[in-house]
């Protein structure tokens, strides 16, 4: 538990603080969501389950921006130009960071290693205008050493488009062999929007909004389904 407080500690260090080997950095524009302007008012209340889980994945979907944009002392800097590339270090950890500007694109890649093992890696890009976006991350947990050999390695995956028509989002978690999660979710700009959540490539529940707020949330784990109104 100790070396995974750490790692933490890893991420903010690196996203706040660090020595440039470039003169000159670019200043990216990471674009973040706020669904709580898009969903209906009445959903924090009459479909708790349905906004939680939404929620959460604006959650998981604006954390990428602590990779993605540089340091305060990069932002400070003068002039721009194409790559950025920043290696750091903390106790036991080293943390091999690079990003680019390619076209219309910012991509980026963390590689953090725990005594010269590769332990986590995230990996994505964004559009430039925001109307796209995706990343990549993996935790070896063995690397960290005695006592986490038996935690289960995962990957992490998220994807999204946004546009006249609203905002589109995919999202997995897949643990190996213990469980796989994958979230569906599009909201469109009047406000209604569809959610859905499998487990283990079997769709577990799902839900269908209106932009009056009003809805349906579906169990599919009863047979047949069971659907409660909102």
Same mark, same amino acid.
């Given at each position: 538990m100790k070396k995974i407080i750490s790692i933490i500690i890893v991420v903010l260090f690196v996203s706040c603080s660090g020595d440039s080997t470039s003169e000159n950095q670019f200043e990216p524009k990471v674009t973040s969501f706020n669904f709580e302007e898009r969903l209906p008012e009445n959903m924090q209340t009459d479909a708790a389950i349905v906004y939680s889980q939404v929620m959460s994945m604006q959650a998981q979907m604006n954390a990428v921006g602590v990779f993605m944009t540089n340091s305060e002392w990069m932002n400070n800097s003068s002039g721009y130009q194409s790559r950025t590339t920043d290696d750091w270090?903390? =106790?036991d950890y080293n943390i091999e960071y690079s990003y680019d500007l390619v076209g219309n694109q910012y991509q980026f890649l963390y590689t953090v290693t725990y005594q010269g093992e590769v332990y986590y890696t995230i990996e994505g890009w964004q559009m430039s205008d925001g109307s796209a976006g995706y990343? +990549?991350?993996?935790? #070896? $947990? =063995? +690397? %960290?050493?005695?006592?986490m050999e038996n935690m289960p390695d995962y990957t992490t995956e998220l994807s999204w488009t946004s546009d006249t028509d609203g905002l589109n989002m995919e999202m997995s978690f897949d643990f190996g062999d213990t469980m796989q999660v994958f979230y569906e979710m599009n909201i469109n700009n009047d406000g209604s929007g569809y $959610? +859905?959540?499998? %487990? &283990? &490539? #079997?769709l577990t529940y799902s839900a269908l909004w209106n932009a009056n707020g009003t809805g349906q949330w579906t169990n599919h784990t009863t047979s047949p389904p069971s659907i409660t109104y909102w």
């Open positions: 270090s903390y =106790e990343w +990549a991350s993996s935790i #070896d $947990f =063995e +690397a %960290l050493g005695q006592g $959610f +859905a959540y499998t %487990l &283990n &490539n #079997d």
